[in-house]
């Protein structure tokens, strides 16, 4: 990577945009239509982080059900290799701003520590046609998020942050790293959701005196 020179200005990092955001917002309350706008040019890839953040992060009561949504049409708009876009229903929802700011509070630090290991390496999984691959997975992970499993938002959530991070900084090694968590998220997916069915089963089958 190429070291900037006296005239150029360094790429924004994902943590200085999350911190951008939250200074640009002043009122009690933040729409998902004002976050999307106060973006900029990385947009897509900070939005998913942004939306994928309340899930890995207890605690922190109804940003799952504001920011979910979103995150599935952003993974949809990845896999089709489309520009990031939000219709009304979800730009005109809104979260408090103490809400966001306490998010921001106790995820950025962990999103910095994080960049400090990011750089270009196997660039090819960060790729065009990689990405567009990892958004068929994440289509699949944002779906999971939404399933009302226990703690089974927070897997599915990381590998999302990973492969964001990894596709904006060029680094195929955190995109092997998201990689490995979503297969395992998925795979805890579909555990819980069997032992769910054959549960469903026997009780059917006890209920009808087929067992």
């Not at 992060?57 to 993974?75: D, F, N, Q, R």
């Not at 990973?162 to 805890?188: R, S």
């Amino acid at each position: 990577m190429t070291e900037p020179t006296a005239g150029d200005t360094a790429p924004e990092r994902t943590s200085q945009a999350l911190r951008r955001v939250l200074n640009a917002e002043s009122g009690p309350r933040v729409t998902v239509g004002s976050l999307f706008h106060n973006m900029g040019e990385r947009a897509h890839s900070v939005l998913l982080i942004l939306f994928a953040l309340p899930n890995t992060l207890p605690g922190i009561p109804g940003t799952s059900a504001v920011m979910g949504v979103p995150l599935l049409y952003l993974t949809l708009q990845m896999a089709l290799g489309r520009d990031p876009w939000l219709p009304g229903f979800i730009t005109n929802r809104s979260l408090a701003r103490e809400t966001l700011a306490t998010l921001m509070e106790r995820g950025i630090p962990w999103i910095e520590r994080g960049e400090s290991y990011l750089h270009p390496r196997l660039t090819a999984l960060a790729s065009p046609r990689a990405e567009r691959l990892i958004g068929i997975l994440s289509v699949f992970l944002a779906l999971s998020i939404m399933l009302p499993i226990p703690f089974g938002n927070m897997l599915p959530a990381l590998a999302i942050i990973l492969f964001a991070l990894g596709l904006m900084e060029d680094d195929g090694a955190w995109v092997l790293g998201g990689l490995v968590t979503a297969i395992a998220a998925l795979a805890l997916v579909v555990f819980v959701l069997w032992a769910l069915i054959k549960s469903a089963i026997f009780v059917l089958l006890g209920a009808f005196g087929w067992g």
